[in-house]
């Protein structure tokens, strides 16, 4: 320890804040946005769509099949510059293969 440099801890300081900000960036970004919402008079939830994502399939009705420990960071970036992804894939049993649900907060005061 002896050793360490001034640039060196801050090098590691500005690191963790980065990660910190990186793994905390969905939760603020979800703050902000449901603040927003509901300043505009909107769903808190769904911003009036009556419908959200689900979170086993992200919307698309797919699964990969494996589960959360088959993540190949090399093919999911070969799919997203639109190539064919080579791990197979199966329909979601969360949503049906829909891939959303209908909003628990706003469809129902709709619905009329």
Same mark, same amino acid.
């Given at each position: 320890?002896?050793?360490?440099?001034?640039?060196?801890?801050? %090098?590691?300081?500005?690191?963790?804040? @980065?990660?910190c900000a990186t793994i905390y960036?969905?939760?603020?970004?979800?703050?902000?946005?449901?603040?927003?919402?509901?300043?505009? %008079?909107?769903?808190?939830?769904?911003?009036? #769509?009556? @419908?959200?994502?689900? &979170? %086993?399939?992200? %919307?698309?009705?797919?699964?990969? !099949?494996?589960? @959360? @420990?088959?993540?190949?960071? #090399?093919?999911?970036?070969? !799919?997203?510059?639109?190539?064919?992804? &080579?791990?197979?894939?199966?329909?979601? &049993?969360?949503?049906?293969?829909?891939?959303?649900?209908?909003?628990?907060?706003?469809?129902?005061?709709?619905?009329?």
């Amino acid at each position: 320890m002896d050793h360490i440099t001034a640039n060196e801890i801050a %090098g590691l300081g500005v690191g963790s804040f @980065l990660l910190c900000a990186t793994i905390y960036a969905p939760k603020v970004d979800a703050f902000i946005s449901n603040s927003q919402r509901s300043s505009l %008079g909107m769903c808190k939830r769904c911003g009036d #769509l009556r @419908l959200i994502a689900c &979170t %086993g399939c992200k %919307g698309t009705g797919r699964v990969k !099949e494996g589960g @959360l @420990l088959s993540f190949n960071m #090399l093919d999911d970036l070969y !799919e997203s510059l639109g190539g064919e992804s &080579t791990v197979k894939t199966t329909r979601c &049993t969360k949503c049906q293969a829909k891939g959303s649900f209908c909003c628990p907060d706003c469809s129902k005061l709709r619905s009329v």
